[in-house]
Structure formats: structure tokens, C-alpha cells
């Protein structure tokens, strides 16, 4: 027993799913191709059974817990189709009617109970339309008819006949629908901003790259040019400058995939401190100016602008 609700628009499954999850429901999955998704099975001491004419409570048996959700669950069957399971009469095992422990009233909607609770508690409907002044339900309900021309196509039972009467039940499953596609709008334009952001991100990521690969081959360059400046130095000055070359040098290399802006900049800072030494001992630049750092003849690599380089 259940009903199936065609929709005008296709739907993404997986954000239709989260959606649910989000409002409460919980996720079955009975296999890997089914997902089903269900209200919290109330806590209850156990189920009543009328048995004969004397009821009885008993526990509701752990084998039954997975019929008890399939029977009582939402499931999105297609794009645009989701599926409403009510709760039957009877469980397949029993041949009497499950009652509410409660109230010991017929628990043949459970599903409907729980679809009313939703929508009173996000105030999509108002108690005084299902219930009278005193708390009793009312004979004829005063559910206000919601707007779903732009969102169901046709409401459907298990044979195919399309339902529409002014049922209690049908009322409750139209603003049910409605509520659960407008959330799952609001989901599925966060979930297109989100996509969007990390796009740009990814844009902004290789713009910063494209900008970065010019530097990087200017420090192979200048390590190329203090190669050439040191290949005249004596023995012990020449090995002391190839390995600090040769260091800086493997830690460019370590950078090819990386990208780290400020890992460049602590090469950039080596590479040029390098290269001033070779450059002042080559030529003999005074120890005043050495010390002094002036660097008014000497074409060092510009560091990367962090904060500008977006």
C-alpha cells in the first residue's frame, strides 16, 4: 500500500536525499541499488495485538524492524518519482491489526502521523486546521490547498489511478511535497554555489600557477648564472658555493607540483643571497659594501607579492 508521486522536473537524487536527511529521516539501505528513507521508529514499550477479543502487548520482534521501515518509508524511485510506503493493516506475520500502544488507536498510517508532525512543527500547516478547539481531530479537515502546479505532475496509487479527492492524507502529502522540493532547492543552489566556488577556486589556483611558473624558471636561471660565475673560484670557495647551490636547486625542483608561494620566497631569499656573495667575490666588492648589502649593480629576483597575487 503506498503511493507515487510524479513530479514535473527531475530531481538529483543525491541532494533529494540529503534534504530528508537534514529534516530528520534516517537512510536504509536494504541493498546497494534501494535507498529508502524513513521517520524515526518511536521508542515504544511494545505493539498491541488484538488477539481474539483480548488485546496484548508485545515486543515488536527485531526481524520485523527492516519490514516495519520498508513499509512505513519514502523512496526515490526515478528522477522526477518518489514513493510513499504506508503501513498495512497487518504485518505479514500477524493476522490482527497492529494498534498504537498509546492510545490504542489503528496504526495503519504511521507515515501520515509523521508527515503531520513535520508540517505543523515547521508551521506549514496550522493545528487548527486537522484539530478542533478541545484537541479532538476534526471530522473534515481545513487543510489549506497548497500550491503545487509547478512541482507535481499527478499523484498516483499502487494501480496507476491517479488520486485526487479531498482526503486528509492527500492534503498532507502535497504540502509534504512542496516543503521537501522547496528544501531541496534551497540544497541544491548551495550545493551549485559551492560547486561554483570551488571552480573559481580551481581558476584562481592555476592563474596563480601560470604567474608562478615565469619565477620559478628566473631562480633556474639565476642558478644557472652563479654556476658560471663560480666555475672560476678556487677549490674550497667553489665546492662551498656548489652545495649551497646544489641544495637550493633540489628544493626548486621539490616545488614543481607543490606550488607554495611562500616556499618560493624563502628560495627566492636564498638563491639571492647566494648570488650576491659569488657575485661580490668575483668582484671584489670592498668588505664595507659587502656587509652593507648594496645591491645597486646586482639583478636579483623580485620576491612574489602575496597579498596581490590574485
Known sequence: MGTQVLLKDKINNKILGKTLIKLGLKKYNPNVSEEYFYFKVYKRQGIVIEIGSQPETIDLPPEL???????????????????????????????????????????????????????????IIDRDEIY??????????KIHEANISDIIEAVENDEGEEWNDNSFELALIKHFIKFIIDKYKEELSLSKNNS??????????????????????????????IKD??????????KT????TSKVENDLKE???IKNVNKINEIIDEINKIYRNAYNKKNNVSSLSYIMETDENIDLINKIDIENLE
Open 65 to 123: 524492524i527492516s519490514d516495519y521501515i520498508l513499509k512505513n518509508s519514502i523512496k526515490i524511485q526515478s528522477k522526477n518519482s518518489l514513493y510513499i510506503n504506508g503501513i498495512p493493516e497487518t504485518f505479514d506475520i500477524f493476522t490482527s491489526t497492529i494498534f498504537n500502544p498509546e492510545n490504542n488507536y489503528c496504526d495503519k498510517d504511521e507515515i501520515v502521523d509523521s508527515i503531520e508532525k513535520m508540517l505543523l512543527e515547521y508551521k
Open 229 to 238: 660565475i663560480i666555475k672560476d673560484f678556487d677549490y674550497s670557495d667553489k
Open 132 to 141: 478542533t478547539k478541545s484537541g479532538s481531530r476534526r471530522a473534515k479537515h
Open 196 to 225: 561554483k566556488n570551488k571552480i573559481k577556486k580551481e581558476k584562481v589556483k592555476e592563474l596563480n600557477i601560470e604567474k608562478l611558473n615565469p619565477i620559478i624558471r628566473k631562480c633556474e636561471d639565476k642558478i644557472i648564472e
Open 241 to 244: 658555493y656548489e652545495e649551497l
Open 255 to 257: 616545488l614543481e607540483n
